[in-house]
T-cell receptor, first 114, second 111 residues
Framework: DAGVIQSPRHEVTEMGQEVTLRCKPISGHDYLFWYRQTMMRGLELLIYFNNNVPIDDSGMPEDRFSAKMPNASFSTLKIQPSEPRDSAVYFC????????????FGPGTRLTVL | GENVEQHPSTLSVQEGDSAVIKCTYSDSASNYFPWYKQELGKRPQLIIDIRSNVGEKKDQRIAVTLNKTAKHFSLHITETQPEDSAVYFCADGGGYNKLIFGAGTRLAVHP
């Protein structure tokens, strides 16, 4: 298995533009997590899905952020409009059922908003 | 709400010395505590975890201890090597299927 796949790996955009980050979880994994990592705030959970259904989006910073999981092999995190303070590394992670099971992280998307 | 405090934020040791990182959690119902290692520019990866039914777990040079009464757990790395240099995150898997991460500890091992 190729592991969790994220695209793009790097994104540079201008303030006000729409940004879409993509994630393909490991096949067979039931849970998918979106995290944001910054120096100031560390590793924050934004939202997670179970069997494609959003379970907890309490970490989503504001209405500019939205996430979808249309099927078991694909998820998107969208920011519209983007702002410079959204600059961060965004990680996607997935795991199987069972809360003691390891979360496998993707390589991350480094987002820079100018 | 859930909270995990991690100390120290930075740690510098000489190669061969031991390193200890400590975390405190707030949810008394928590019973799963993983540790992740993140090398520079890479993704976080699980290195060890512990459940509340044990007080200590070892895997070669790393070990984790858990004190449920005091609500804290620690990562111990013995005989440190330069390749141990990374950021280490503790996490509380207390409930609701999600992990709450500590702020991270940047470990530097000097040859």
């Amino acid at each position: 298995d190729a592991g969790v796949i994220q695209s793009p790996r790097h994104e540079v955009t201008e303030m006000g533009q729409e940004v879409t980050l993509r994630c393909k979880p490991i096949s067979g994994h039931d849970y998918l997590f979106w995290y944001r990592q910054t120096m100031m705030r560390g590793l924050e959970l934004l939202i997670y899905f179970n069997n494609n259904v959003p379970i907890d989006d309490s970490g989503m910073p504001e209405d500019r952020f939205s996430a979808k999981m249309p099927n078991a092999s694909f998820s998107t995190l969208k920011i519209q409009p983007s702002e410079p303070r959204d600059s961060a590394v965004y990680f996607c992670a997935s795991r199987t059922q069972g809360r003691y099971n390891e979360q496998f992280f993707g390589p991350g998307t480094r987002l820079t908003v100018l | 709400g859930e909270n995990v405090e991690q100390h120290p934020s930075t740690l510098s040791v000489q190669e061969g010395d031991s390193a200890v990182i400590k975390c405190t959690y707030s949810d008394s119902a928590s019973n799963y505590f993983p540790w992740y290692k993140q090398e520079l520019g890479k993704r976080p990866q699980l290195i060890i975890d512990i459940r509340s039914n044990v007080g200590e777990k070892k895997d070669q040079r790393i070990a984790v201890t858990l004190n449920k009464t005091a609500k804290h757990f620690s990562l111990h790395i013995t005989e440190t090597q330069p390749e141990d240099s990374a950021v280490y995150f503790c996490a509380d898997g207390g409930g609701y299927n999600k992990l709450i991460f500590g702020a991270g500890t940047r470990l530097a091992v000097h040859p």
